[in-house]
């Protein structure tokens, strides 16, 4: 009985840290579309399976780009760590659009192995048409 109970322990461990997944809210890769002068608001959420490791993405492992640049929206982040420094794990694309066209939202992050994810690299783009 103790062999099993350790073995099944040993094999949950093993299963658990081969988990690279992290997922994101919104699914997919198209968000709401934008208007021409209208304030734009949306959430993105990353890593909404890590609630008890809010500050795993951090300004050191990540990497946001907004193309086209000049089109008056950008990435927010407004949480941030007990030291102060802001956490990417709820961002928001946020502003007012100034022209029409197809927007691309790039995120790209490493993760660190831990107890309940090995390391990896992950990139998501997310695109929005102002209209």
Known sequence: MCRRLILLSFILLIVSCSSPKIDFDPLGEV?????VGVPY????????NLE??????TAENTKLDIYPAD????????????????IYNFLYISGMPSKSGLVKISIS???????YTKSGRFNKTYSLEVK
């Open 31 to 35: 968000l709401p579309d934008a208007k």
């Open 41 to 48: 608001n949306q959430e993105i959420i990353i890593g909404t």
């Open 52 to 57: 008890n490791n809010p500050e795993f993405l």
């Open 71 to 86: 089109i008056g929206l950008q990435v927010i982040s407004d949480k941030k760590r007990r030291d102060g420094l802001p």
């Open 109 to 115: 992050f490493v993760t660190y192995g831990s107890m």
